[in-house]
């Protein structure tokens, strides 16, 4: 980015500013200043993580099933199994 094209930015960037401190200042106005996307909490974020990690775990295992020509029924078995032992959560 060139000078001039940082210099315009922050231009625009310096009006957009001094637009909102004056709509602040009226008293009687209704503040029209964008804000940007609800922020989200941080159990909620971990939510999605959590599911998106049991999206991909399910699918990746439907995948070595499939190649390995695996029957639910002996899968579930061996996922207790290491279930029990420890060595999945």
Do not use: C
């Not at 909102?20 to 209704?30: F, G, M, Q």
């Not at 029924?73 to 207790?80: D, I, K, W």
């Amino acid at each position: 980015m060139d000078e001039r094209e940082k210099l315009r930015k922050f231009r625009e960037l310096d009006d957009a500013f001094a637009q909102a401190l004056r709509e602040l200042e009226k008293p009687n106005s209704r503040l029209d200043i964008p804000t940007g996307p609800p922020v989200r909490s941080l159990a909620e974020l971990e939510a999605e993580e959590r599911q998106q990690r049991q999206q991909a775990f399910e699918t990746r295992l439907q995948s070595l099933m499939k190649e390995y020509a695996q029957p639910k029924e002996s899968v579930a078995v061996l996922l207790r199994t290491l279930q029990m032992l420890g060595h999945i959560a």
